[in-house]
């Protein structure tokens, strides 16, 4: 195998970038607004449980001259409201408000040693909390939000209780204007966090699968977080591995690395087009390879086909015709490649189509053909040489990496004189059957490469666009919005 290698067992860095833009954050906020709203629904009962919320007197020389004692007896809230947008190099900002508070109160108390009994409301147009948060990553891969620079406004303070005691007065409302502030600002200080954490957590940093029977496991880091006016990115390293390595298979060291320039452009845009979108993966070239290159050290694709007259007579007739009367048994296959099959992004040769092209090839992959006569009779080995096109795309709802293939394209020679004579042409058939049998392990392996996700109930990320990335173009960049599913 020519070329560069990532050594066996090494992260790929960057292997995955994620990107979030404020687009990503305002359907976010749409996920987290009806907790919200849920949470300061019970507003009401924590201020009811807080009765009485002022409870003062005034003394002259010892001698209370005005005193009250006031409850809440009812209140309603109008309809809050909750954005996350993008500060550039600060992470993001917060803003949270809620609207029309209404509070009525009984309040008794004493004038002069009078008693007196009054009720009234207050009106608060809005209370509105605006902060700063910081999210990080720390040394587990685990997302934080810090909120820092919180302030708490109150607009449209209305006081309409009537024959309130002028001296009490201001220290009222000066405490309900506390009380509702500290209220709603614990509750949004203390539960936005957890809630956007509570989200990002989702996005895996290790996941495992199987491919014909062998695990495999997928491992991320994050290395760094950059913020720009847009959003911000996720540079990961990525990894994948398996246990099963079989001896029979040549160990290359590695992997094949392009080692191109990562991607620059990742932005509010997806490349080259006017579309904005909410997040992004874009994959490196070279973590796919690795994966293919496991696959390949396992032994997967040194598979064995047994009896396949049995299962596809009509294959294989139309293939070789007469073979039956020819050969004294049914046909058993076995592939042994000497090299691991490669995936190349944007080939050249690609055409312009929505999803990200790219081609499957496996060099010098042998194709022996067996009698199953109880002997094992070879009667016919190739050297086959295989480009599959396909197209690459995001299988949701699982969000794997789906891939369609095209007609595959075959060279070959032959290495061993067949035992009979064939029409060369019939050769050409042969690539069709042995695509059939090695697309579906491949299938298997790139749908088993989750592209992180949120798992939000009622919510998915919504595949809409794909497009090559990077300095060489083998960066495949994956475009989602969260969008509500409808079941």
């Known amino acids: ?28 906020t749409a996920v987290m607004t009806p907790i919200i709203n849920d949470i300061l629904d019970t507003v009401p009962q924590m201020i009811y449980a807080l009765n009485p919320i002022f409870d003062e007197k005034v003394k002259v020389w010892g001698i209370t001259v005005a005193s009250a004692r006031a409850s809440v007896t009812n209140m309603t ?22 609207n029309d508070i209404h509070m009525e109160f009984k309040v008794k108390g004493t004038i002069l040693g009078i008693g007196y009994s009054i009720s009234g409301d207050i009106d608060m147009a809005q209370v509105r909390l605006d902060a700063d948060a910081n999210i990080f990553v720390d040394e587990f891969d685990r997302f ?15 006081f309409d209780i009537n024959n309130f005691p002028d001296d009490l007065e201001d220290l009222f409302q000066d405490d309900v204007r506390d009380l509702i502030e500290d209220t709603i600002n614990d509750i949004l200080s203390e539960e936005i966090p957890p809630l956007l954490e509570d989200l990002l957590s989702q996005l895996p940093t290790d996941f495992g699968f199987d491919v014909s029977g062998h695990p495999f496991l997928v491992e991320y880091t994050i290395d760094n977080t950059v913020w720009d006016r847009d959003g911000g990115t ?3 390293s990525a990894r994948i591995s398996s246990p099963d390595e079989n001896p029979a298979v040549p160990d290359f060291g590695g992997s094949l690395a392009t080692l ?11 490349p080259d087009s006017e579309d904005v979108y909410g997040f992004g993966a874009i994959v490196s070239d070279d973590f796919i390879n690795q994966a293919l290159y496991v696959l390949f050290r396992t032994g997967v ?19 070789f015709p007469g073979l039956n009367d020819t050969l004294p048994g049914d046909i058993d296959v076995k592939l042994r490649p000497n090299y691991p099959p490669i995936l190349l992004v944007s080939p050249p040769a690609a ?25 094992e009779t070879l009667f016919l080995r190739l050297a086959v040489n295989l480009i599959i096109p ?7 709802p699982a969000n794997t990496i789906g891939i369609t293939f095209g007609d595959p394209e075959m060279s070959f020679y032959v290495f061993a004189e067949p035992v009979i004579d064939f029409d060369n042409a019939l050769f050409e058939d042969v690539a069709p059957v042995i695509a059939d049998l090695l697309l579906p392990i491949l299938s298997d392996l790139l749908s088993g490469i989750q592209i992180p996700s949120f798992d939000v109930e009622g919510y998915g990320l919504l595949l809409f666009k794909e497009a090559a990335m990077g300095g060489s173009l083998d960066y495949l960049g994956f475009f989602l919005n969260l969008e509500e599913v409808v079941p």
């Open 1 to 28: 195998m020519k070329g560069q290698v990532v050594p066996d067992g090494e992260f790929i860095s960057p292997g995955l970038f994620l990107r979030i833009n404020e687009l990503g954050f305002e359907q976010l």
């Open 77 to 98: 809230l109008g309809e809050p409201w909750f954005t996350i947008d993008v500060a550039e190099d600060l992470g993001i900002t917060l803003s949270a408000a809620v």
């Open 144 to 158: 934080h939000v810090e909120i820092t620079n919180i302030q708490m406004s109150i607009f449209g303070f209305n």
């Open 234 to 236: 996720f540079e990961m």
């Open 260 to 270: 191109s320039e990562p991607p620059d452009n990742i932005g509010a845009y997806v």
């Open 301 to 319: 694709i040194s598979a064995d086909f047994n009896a396949i007259a049995h299962t596809s007579d009509a294959l294989m007739q139309l293939i």
């Open 351 to 375: 055409a312009d189509i929505s999803a990200v092209p790219v081609e499957i090839q496996f060099g010098d992959l042998i194709v022996n053909f067996y009698v199953d006569d109880g002997d």
């Open 390 to 396: 396909a197209e690459l795309t995001v299988d949701y």
